[in-house]
Structures are given as structure tokens and as C-alpha cells.
């Protein structure tokens, strides 16, 4: 049976997802784990992996559209089957997808199309009572594995509402908080504060107040959790009972105050959200004198940005900053986030790896002196290496070279993309059949490609089929730094500045100029040996360019 994939709830504040690239497209056979799209989300732009198999039988939103979270993304189901209901009905949202399926997998999959896809909610033979929702540890992150319970933000038997904050959920790489979609009473609660679980396992039981839950509670943990957190509840459900009491305690206590007091537990411990205290640090703001107007009185973010030092007065013990905030958003262009996704692209599927070398420039600045002398003859420093560069990858083909799934090319040719800065970002226009041309043919191609590019007057095919690119960045007094491949390319030069500095030379310290250099390299195509080799070639050439004339 078809299943609708709804644009996923990437980031703990995603509320819209922009579609980068599409990995698959229809027709194509879908397994479990592939990845479907990249998605852009509010904080970066991320892989979206199927949970279901099939085959792609709908796109319905196409490359760089955006669309809300929970809104229709794809429909995976068996070959030639017919979906013109869910199209038809619009398939845009979870009722849609789960019209003809049990309600228990209804409702399981709208509790997770904000988190994370989810193949199964439960174990396909447990049956749910009427209108219970099992809640499962979300995926937050896109590299999340499994989460830990940093606190516990209701009890069993609180009433729940769509939106109100369940827990804070510690991922990979932040603490977040995790609210709830779902409507109800919370029945049970598979992991106490402090413990960790995979993405997809028991979190909690949502349902109608005095449902029975605790079959549903051991079935699934005995199929999808460790043995362990059956027994979980009955030990520490008290104790997470009385810490959240307490925290209800609180609101009574501060409405009788005389001036506004942070909500804290019988331990001291302050309620707040991660990102209240993360701001309230920058800020240097005692929590201790916010009021919290979070759920129970816990501090949240606006509170932060809301709070006036001067209400604190000498209590505060600290300096606190009375300057205003002030940003500008500016719209990304589309050579924005085409730089955005390619680099991350690169950046996450070549295993990089770094040689830094650095050169002798005397021979190189003498060199450049003489040629120039020569009339309506001028060169750049940067023309020496690119040129050099071109002479070293004829004889180190796999420096030159591509790779694919199935093999990698060497090309016979040498491309090489110089990285040029804009306004709006970075382009690379391509100097074509570079170790076939002189010295002065490759600095006039340069400048009129960058003349180009600072126009916006570059052509696609001006652009198009580097196979080695040099980045330089010397011109801004950078004396080392590395670049990301520009792909298909396996390797990427990093160009800095001459720099005048002592030097050991036939044992004598003396004045001399060097130029750091870095090689970034894709694994898949590079080993260390053939990159070393490489720079051994390159230095040869750079540190007696006359050889390049031979």
C-alpha cells in the first residue's frame, strides 16, 4: 500500500523545508536507508533517508520549492500502483496517507512526521486501545542515533496539548526541546531522565485518561527496546512524579512574591530551556532574576531577550551589557546556496584529507622580475602556479582525476578552475588545456575570466570541466589556510602569501621568502603517497620555474 512521505521535522525549529536536489527520481526502486532528497532547513542543509521500500511513485515538491513541515513530499508504494485517491485528496497531510490503514498507524504516523520517519511505530502485531499514541525517541539531528532524556517537563497523568514541551531531549550535537503533537492524557513513560535510547524506541504512551497501557508499554519494549525498561517505570516513576510536582508547586509560590524570581526545584536547580541559558550566559544574566513565562514558570528564550538589566538592579553581581541588538536578514541568492549545496555536498561525501607544504620563493620572484621586464609582458605569482600545477598532474594522472560508484577516471587533460571572488559568493572559471599554454596566454585567460566573473558575464561552459582547481588567497595576506574540493575534482590547491622571514640556508640564517601551500585531497582517489609525490613535482617546478620553459 502507497505511503505518503511528509516534508520531516529536521531541526528543533524547522517549520518549512526547501528541497536542495532530489537523489531519486520517479520510477526509481526505493530502499530502506536510501536517500531520497537533500533537504534545506532553517540550520543547514541535510540528507532525508527513506524508511520505506518501494518504488517513487510521486515528486510533490520539486527542487528548490519549499513547503511546511508535515506537508506532502513524496508517495512510495509498489510499482504501477494507482495513488490518483491520495493525489486527488491533495496528500497533504497524515489523515490522507492513513484514510484506508488501521487507526493505530494513523495516528503513530502523525506523532512522528514532525521528529522523524519512523518505518514502524510499534510492533506490526501489537494492537493500541482507542486513541492511544506511542510517542518514540524523535530524530533531532540528521546524524542523531539515539537520544538521552536530559528532564521530563510533564508527569504521568498531566494533561497534554498539541505543542506543549514533553522533554528535553539531548542529540548529537544539542540539547533540544521536544513538544508534543498530539493531544491527551500521558500514560506512561518509557525513559526516566538521564537515560538514553535509539531513534524509534518507547519515549512515551499518549491516550485518554485511566487507558490501560501496560501491555502496549511491554510489548513494545520487548520488541523494539532493551529488557530493561520495562521495569524502568515501575522503579522511577515516582521520583520523576515528585520532581515534577514541584515544579507545579512553583507558580503558586512566586505569584506571592514581590519581585519576579526563576522557578527552581527542591535541589536548587533552575527551570530553563538550553537556549535560555545559553543567551543568558552570552548576556551575563543571572537567571536567578528572570521571570519565567514558560509552561509550570520555566524560563524560555523570550524571557532572555525580554529582560531588563535595570529591573535586576546591584542584585545582578555583574556586568550586563546595555547595548541593543541589531541584525540585517539578507535573502540567500540563488549562487548562494548553490555554493552552499555543493560544498556540503563535497564536504560530506569525500573524505577529505590535507597536505600543507611550503616553498622556496627566491628562484619564483626572481623569475617573475625578468619576465615582466619583458615589454606588454605581465604575470602573476598566481600564473606560476597554475601553470606548474598543469605540468605536474600530466605526470601524476590521479591528482587529475574523478570519481564514480563504479570506477575512476583519469583524464588525460589538464582544466584547471581558478576560484574567483564575487560579490556574491565564489565562482571557478576554468582555464582549458592549461599545460598547453604559455606563461603570459594562462595570466591573460585569468584576467579575462575574472574580468567575467566580477560582470556576472561568465558562460556555464566557462565554468565547466576543471579537473584541478587553485584556490589563492595570498593577495589578502593569507599566509595558510584549506579549501573544500570543488567536485568532481579530487584535489584542490590552497595558495598563500610570500612571507619574508629567516630562513636556514648551508647553515647560515638568512632573509628569504617561502609561500605556504595546502592540498586537499579526496581519499576515494588520492592516497598520501600519490598527493606527496604530487607536491614533490609541484615544488620542483615552483621553486625553479625556468624548468616550466624546457
Known amino acids: 500500500m502507497a505511503e505518503i512521505i511528509n516534508m520531516p521535522r529536521l ?29 534545506e532547513t532553517d540550520k543547514a542543509t541535510m540528507e532525508f533517508e527513506s524508511f520505506h521500500e518501494g518504488t517513487l511513485l510521486h515528486i510533490g515538491v520539486q527542487e528548490g520549492e519549499t513547503t511546511k513541515v508535515d506537508e506532502l513530499l513524496a508517495i512510495i508504494g509498489e510499482e504501477g500502483e494507482d495513488i490518483s485517491g491520495l493525489l486527488n485528496g491533495g496528500g497533504n497531510a497524515p489523515k490522507e496517507a492513513t484514510a484506508s490503514k488501521p487507526k ?73 526541546e521536544f513538544e508534543s503533537f498530539q ?59 515528585a520532581k515534577v510536582e514541584t515544579k507545579a508547586e512553583a507558580p503558586k509560590a512566586e505569584a506571592k512574591a514581590a519581585k519576579p524570581v526563576a522557578k527552581t526545584s527542591t535541589n536548587g536547580r533552575l527551570f530553563a530551556s538550553p537556549l535560555a541559558k545559553k543567551i543568558a550566559e552570552e548576556k551575563g544574566i543571572n537567571l536567578s532574576q528572570v521571570q519565567g513565562s514558560g509552561e509550570n514558570g520555566r524560563i524560555v528564550k523570550t524571557d532572555i531577550e525580554n529582560f531588563v538589566p535595570a529591573a535586576a538592579g546591584a542584585s545582578v553581581g555583574k556586568f550586563v551589557p546595555a547595548g541593543q541588538e541589531d541584525f540585517e536578514d539578507v535573502t540567500n541568492s540563488q549562487m548562494r546556496k548553490a555554493i552552499a549545496k555543493a560544498l556540503t555536498n563535497s564536504k560530506f561525501t569525500a573524505p577529505h584529507y590535507y597536505l600543507s607544504v611550503e616553498f622556496d620563493m627566491e628562484n619564483a620572484i626572481a623569475f617573475r622580475t625578468q619576465f615582466n621586464s619583458i615589454p606588454d609582458t605581465k604575470i602573476s605569482y598566481n600564473d606560476i602556479v597554475v601553470k606548474a600545477c598543469a605540468l605536474a598532474l600530466k605526470q601524476h594522472p590521479q591528482v587529475n ?53 566580477k560582470n556576472k558575464k561568465l558562460t556555464p561552459a566557462e565554468m565547466e570541466g576543471s579537473t584541478f582547481t587553485v584556490s589563492n588567497l595570498g593577495m589578502f595576506g593569507i599566509d595558510t589556510f584549506t579549501s573544500i574540493i570543488n567536485q568532481p575534482n579530487s584535489a ?35 592516497d598520501g603517497a600519490t598527493g606527496a609525490q604530487f607536491l614533490q613535482t609541484l615544488k620542483g617546478y615552483i621553486e625553479n620555474p625556468v624548468t616550466m620553459l624546457v
Open 11 to 39: 531541526s528543533d525549529t524547522m517549520e518549512e523545508g526547501t528541497v536542495a536536489t532530489w537523489l531519486k527520481k520517479v520510477g526509481d526502486k526505493i530502499s530502506e536507508g536510501d536517500i531520497l532528497a537533500e533537504i
Open 492 to 526: 584542490i590547491l590552497s595558495v598563500g602569501n610570500i612571507v619574508e622571514k629567516p630562513v636556514v640556508k648551508n647553515g647560515q640564517i638568512v632573509v628569504g621568502n617561502t609561500m605556504k601551500l595546502s592540498l586537499a585531497c579526496d581519499h576515494r582517489t588520492v
Open 183 to 241: 493531544a491527551g492524557t500521558l500514560l506512561h513513560i518509557g525513559l526516566q531522565e538521564g537515560e538514553s535510547a535509539k531513534v524509534d524506541s518507547l519515549l512515551a504512551i499518549i491516550g485518554p485518561a485511566g487507558t490501560d497501557v501496560s501491555g502496549v508499554a511491554a510489548n513494545f519494549s520487548a520488541s523494539a527496546a532493551p529488557a530493561k525498561k520495562e521495569e524502568a517505570p515501575k522503579q522511577e516513576a515516582p521520583k520523576a512524579s
Open 401 to 453: 582525476s574523478q570519481w564514480f560508484a563504479d570506477k575512476m577516471r583519469l583524464n588525460n587533460h589538464v582544466h584547471i578552475g581558478v576560484a574567483v571572488a564575487v560579490p556574491d559568493g565564489l565562482v571557478v572559471p576554468v582555464v582549458k588545456f592549461a599545460n598547453e599554454q604559455s606563461l603570459p596566454q594562462i595570466g591573460a585567460a585569468v584576467r579575462e575570466l575574472a574580468g567575467k566573473a
Open 104 to 176: 493505530e498507524e494513523a495516528s503513530d504516523k502523525k506523532e512522528t512526521a514532525e521528529a522523524s520517519p519512523a518505518k514502524e511505530e510499534t510492533p506490526a502485531k501489537t494492537e493500541l486501545p482507542e486513541g492511544v499514541i506511542v510517542v518514540t525517541m524523535p530524530r533531532l539531528s540528521d546524524t542523531m542515533e539515539e537520544g538521552t532524556v536530559a528532564t521530563w517537563l510533564k508527569k504521568v497523568g498531566d494533561k497534554v496539548s498539541e505543542g506543549d514541551i514533553l522533554a528535553e531531549i539531548e542529540t548529537d550535537k544539542a540539547t533540544m
